[in-house]
């Protein structure tokens, strides 16, 4: 929460009527919502706020929407495979991992992030007039969403701050318990479904996907300073961390990537029981996902 506003995904809208001007480090998006005049400058560095006093339930959501349609790209779920009556729900979902990401990944500010969880702790016990999060706790309170899912994330996001190299498997797997897992298992409780089996094939897609992620990105993890290929596995096959740094592919590397399509491949087959337990759209939507 900014002293002068409130503060989305970087962007801090006024409060109370009144223009803002401040330091916009990226380019943004326009958006334009009733009762409301935001006007982002185009890869510039001053956005213009006007606002009234407060924001409605509908405007939050809208708000939280917008968010999620400019970064479609990376949200499938919120396609038009998935019901109208839940996909309004998703969109806060994703403002707020989307703002959490932003804050680990581009700004690298622990604190800012530890400071979007207590916000989110206190809209939960006490009300908020944050647009993301008075959206996200009406969707909390409206399908009983724990909100151990959404510490999880942040645990992760957290911990995207503080390690680079994972020693085995196991360890790579429990980062991705709480960085992939919780938004398949949210997307269960939105539907009704998570319970039984249905947790089990969740957890076993979101992990795949994200170790897929890992496994493509080698350049780009490497760029941040990071490695998610098991130190077990490289020493396995012999692989300095010279060796990818160099963008080289020395003789152990295929044998390595193969052993670990194979352990994402396992989880998938694992996975893909889930579809026969789906309503239909959804069924279909993780179908698509499954086959890339």
Not at 130 to 137: D, F, N, Q, S, Y
Request: hydrophobic fraction near 40%; aromatic fraction near 10%; include cysteine.
């Amino acid at each position: 929460m900014s002293r002068n506003g409130l503060s989305i995904n970087g962007l801090i809208i006024g409060r109370g009527g009144g223009v803002l001007n401040l330091e916009c480090p990226i380019p943004t998006f326009p958006l334009f919502i009733e009762g409301f005049s935001l006007t982002f400058l185009p890869f510039g560095r001053v956005i213009e706020t006007i606002m009234q006093p407060s924001v409605t339930l509908d405007q939050a959501y809208q708000i939280c929407k917008r968010i999620t349609i400019s970064h479609y790209e990376n949200f499938p779920v919120a396609s038009i495979l998935l019901p109208r009556r839940l996909r309004r729900h998703v969109y806060p979902i994703y403002a707020f991992a989307r703002h959490a990401d932003d804050l680990a990944d581009e700004r690298q500010d622990r604190e800012a992030l530890l400071a979007w969880q207590r916000a989110f702790h206190q809209a939960v016990k006490e009300g908020t007039d944050h647009p993301v999060l008075m959206a996200l706790v009406d969707t909390l309170q409206r399908f009983d969403l724990p909100v151990q899912l959404f510490d999880d994330l942040i645990s992760a996001f957290l911990q995207d701050l503080e390690k680079t190299r994972y020693r085995d498997m196991p360890e790579l797997l429990d980062y991705c318990r709480r960085s992939a897992n919780p938004v398949g298992r949210i997307i269960l409780h939105l539907h009704g479904l998570a319970h039984g089996n249905a947790l089990e094939y969740s957890d076993a897609i979101c992990t795949a996907l994200q170790l897929t992620n890992f496994w493509q990105d080698v350049p780009v993890d490497l760029a941040k300073g990071r490695i998610y290929i098991p130190q077990t596995f490289l020493e396995k096959y012999h692989i300095a961390e010279s060796d990818l740094k160099r963008r080289t592919c020395p003789p152990g590397f295929p044998q390595l990537m193969a052993e670990l399509i194979r352990f994402t491949r396992d989880l998938f087959r694992t996975g893909a029981r889930l579809i026969a337990l789906l309503p239909f759209r959804l069924a279909w939507e993780i179908r698509l996902t499954l086959q890339g």
